[in-house]
């Protein structure tokens, strides 16, 4: 299956501690998005990364979180110091390009994270 | 603030019926309109996907109608099938002053066709 691949599936973390979500983009894909979906909302954009670079964090929480696109390996999307509201599924989506408003986004199946 | 607003909230429709579901935007920046599928516990899987320079879209028995003038778009479902039962997203994209295409999601339908 060459889709975007996220992990882990399920993230149960502790308030205070660190969660870490992993994103692999499809195939010959470079751009990467991150967008949260609370229950029964539709989903919120976060982030939009290149190989390297952070383009728009706009919908990004200006404190504990933060992404990252490496040259080599996934994206990481970092919560630090979790909070109760931070529960949600958080999905990455991956594109081939931008040069236009066509380049479909394909999404992987999520990650739920649960703050006990 | 850019909101795509859809509608209905949920849906029945009988095996074989019409499934209609309505989507209306503010923002006259928006360019592309896709619609995504998502079953539970999966990602969205984008469907069919319209541009403002184009009034109608049909792939199989999905069909986008939209109107540009009255700033809405709508996701026709033909022939139903209770494999259709999902919750269905509208969403808008446009060029941000920061560089990119994030998409506006609505806040999702979910339909449920009945046998």
């Known amino acids: 299956n060459a889709g975007v691949m996220q992990n882990p599936r399920h993230l149960v973390r502790r308030r205070g501690q660190e969660a870490r979500l992993r994103c692999s983009p499809m195939?010959?894909?470079?751009?990467v998005y991150w967008y949260r979906q609370l229950p029964e909302e539709g989903l919120k954009f976060m982030v939009y990364?290149?190989?390297?670079?952070?383009?728009?964090e706009s919908g990004m929480p200006k404190e504990r979180f933060s992404a990252e696109f490496p040259k080599e390996g996934p994206s990481i999307l970092r919560i630090q110091q979790v909070v109760r509201g931070d529960s949600a599924a958080y999905f990455c989506?991956?594109?081939?390009?931008?040069?236009?408003?066509?380049?479909?986004?394909?999404f992987g199946d999520g990650t739920r994270l649960s703050i006990l | 603030q850019q909101q795509v607003k859809q509608s209905p909230q949920s849906l029945i429709v009988q095996k074989g019926g019409i499934s209609i579901i309505n989507c209306a935007y503010e923002?006259?920046?928006?360019?592309?309109f896709p619609w995504y599928q998502q079953f539970p516990g999966k990602g969205p899987a984008l469907l069919i996907a319209?541009?403002?320079?184009?009034s109608e879209k049909k792939e199989g028995r999905f069909t986008i109608s939209f109107n540009k003038s009255a700033k809405q778009f709508s996701l026709h479902i033909m022939d139903s099938q209770p494999g259709d039962s999902a919750t269905y997203f509208c969403?808008?994209?446009?060029?941000?002053?920061?560089?990119?295409?994030?998409?506006?999601f609505g806040k999702g339908t979910k339909l449920s066709v009945i046998p």
């Open positions: 989506a991956s594109s081939r390009g931008q040069r236009s408003p066509n380049q479909p986004q394909h």
């Open positions: 195939k010959g894909h470079s751009h």
């Open positions: 990364l290149q190989k390297e670079n952070i383009i728009d």
């Open positions: 923002n006259t920046a928006f360019d592309y």
């Open positions: 319209i541009r403002p320079d184009v």
């Open positions: 969403a808008a994209s446009m060029h941000t002053g920061a560089g990119s295409y994030q998409l506006t």
